[in-house]
């Protein structure tokens, strides 16, 4: 196989790792700080692919031809992630990666959240679940917060140990991909809760009061408006 194929496949890695950047799909898989690495392995997959193909021009000029050798385990090792890239569906973590874990009242409600006040820089109507989350597990109090107006984004899930009229608002924290994501969320009182699939993404409006699940007393979301909404451009949430 020779220099020509290997620049190729190099080259179309590039341009893979470019259009998921592209097209936004990159926040699926990692953390916005290494977003700028990902382009510079774009840049540099490129120019390393351009650099075989002229230097293999170059050879076969003075010499009549290459022996620049790629191995089918090498271009294999190239193509695999992209073969994979387009035949999956680029889906950010959801429900389903909820269900497969051991997911417990405390990684659900702080475990995720960090021990920093660094997040907690947004006004109080621009707070997010981390936000929340955060101030909740720093006052200790379920009633701390009560009657405060709370507006959130994120996907909703409910398993065994939710009361029918119960859902949980959630989101995956990151620090640096999806491999590393935890699960946090806000208990979310309505009483259409049994209509929301899991997955489904959602704006919810309302205020805090103390209330309890699976036995725990901890604060929770009382709805007075939940609004279909698309998958955000930034599905995970980043402690820092």
Same mark, same amino acid.
């Given at each position: ?84 890239? +387009? +035949? ?13 874990? *051991? ?11 960090? @021990?920093?006040?660094?997040? +907690?820089?947004?006004?109080?109507? @621009?707070?997010?679940?981390? *936000? ?26 409910? *398993? ?23 699960? +946090? ?17 959602? @704006? ?11 036995? @725990? ?24």
């Amino acid at each position: 196989m020779n220099a020509n194929v290997k620049a190729v496949a190099l080259i179309l890695m590039g341009l893979f790792l470019y259009s998921r950047f592209f097209n936004g799909n990159l926040f699926y898989y990692i953390s916005e700080r290494f977003v700028w690495l990902t382009i510079l392995a774009s840049v540099a997959f490129i120019i390393v692919g351009l650099s075989y193909r002229i230097g293999s021009r170059h050879q076969h000029d003075h010499e009549g031809h290459s022996h620049d050798q790629f191995s089918w385990g090498g271009l294999a090792l190239v193509a695999l992630p992209i073969v994979l890239g +387009l +035949l999956v569906p680029p889906r950010p973590l959801g429900a389903a990666a909820l269900t497969n874990r *051991d997911v417990s009242v405390e990684s659900l409600t702080s475990a995720a959240a960090p @021990e920093s006040n660094n997040v +907690l820089a947004r006004p109080k109507g @621009e707070r997010n679940i981390l *936000d929340w989350v955060i101030d909740f597990r720093q006052a200790g109090d379920p009633a701390a917060f009560t009657g405060e107006e709370a507006r959130v984004i994120g996907f909703a899930y409910r *398993d065994e140990r939710f009361a029918a009229d119960q859902f949980m608002v959630a989101r995956f924290v990151v620090s640096c991909c999806a491999a590393d994501a935890a699960p +946090l969320g806000l208990i979310v009182q309505w009483p259409d809760s049994q209509t929301l699939t899991d997955d489904q993404w959602v @704006e919810v409006a309302g205020h805090i009061e103390p209330g309890r699940f699976a036995g @725990e007393a901890m604060p929770v979301l009382i709805a007075d408006s939940i609004t279909p909404t698309d998958i955000p451009e930034r599905p995970y949430l980043y402690p820092y």
